[in-house]
Each structure stands twice: as C-alpha cells, then as structure tokens.
C-alpha cells in the first residue's frame, strides 16, 4: 500500500528555517509528480509547491516564492521542503502528496496519495 511519511516539522523562530522530508514507498516515485499542501486551523488547505518527476520543473505558492525550496531524490524516494526566513504565517500542518502520475499540479485534487502532515509552528 502507498505510504507517504512526512517529518521534520517542529517549533522555529520567525527568520529561522526548517527542513521537510516526505519518505514515499508503495508506488513508483520516480513516475510521480509531488507537492506540499499546507492548512491552517479554520482554513482550507492550500497549495505550497510542486516538483516534476525529474526535479527540473518546480510551481511554487506566491507567497513562499524566494524562501522555500521544493527538492526530490528518486534513488531514495523522498521529497524535500527546504523553508527560509519563515515567518508566523507559515504555521500550519503541512503534507506532501503524490500527484497523478506525472502531472505537475497545484490543485488538491491533482494528487491522488497524501501523507498524516507534520506540524511547522513559527513563533515570532
């Protein structure tokens, strides 16, 4: 079965950093588009970035542009969210997710596979 196993989510100041990792098994990651979604409590969960299959294409979220940086390794079946300068609007459960095959999405419903979050909290 799919298992996508985010970590590396914790307490950061604000200007600070944190380094995501979504660890993928159960399906052939390297056919797949990935992306970090993110929610906040009483919001809906809304687009962060997005990475082609081979790492060259990325999307990202107009207001994470220039502080945080969407990576994947196919030989170890993870995805990365490298974030800098956070600030406390970034707090959020933050997920990453597979998308359909090989689509380089942005939309909730592109992505077929999600992981449980982990949570970032940005204090300022």
């Known amino acids: 079965q799919v298992q996508l196993v985010e970590s590396g989510g914790g307490l950061a100041q604000a200007g600070g950093s944190l380094r995501l990792s979504c660890a993928a098994s159960?399906?052939?990651?390297?056919?797949?588009?990935m992306g970090w979604f993110r929610q906040s409590p009483g919001k809906e969960r809304e687009f962060v970035a997005s990475?082609?299959?081979?790492?060259?294409?990325?999307y990202y979220f107009d207001s994470v542009k220039g502080r945080f940086t969407i990576s994947r390794d196919n030989a170890k079946n993870t995805v990365y969210l490298q974030m800098n300068s956070l600030k406390p609007e970034d707090t959020a459960l933050y997920y990453c997710?597979?998308?359909?095959?090989?689509?380089?999405?942005?939309?909730?419903?592109?992505?077929?596979?999600w992981g449980q979050g982990t949570q970032v909290t940005v204090s300022s």
């Open positions: 997710a597979a998308a359909r095959l090989r689509i380089l999405g942005r939309f909730a419903n592109q992505y077929d596979y």
């Open positions: 159960g399906l052939t990651f390297s056919s797949r588009g």
């Open positions: 990475i082609s299959t081979n790492g060259v294409n990325t």
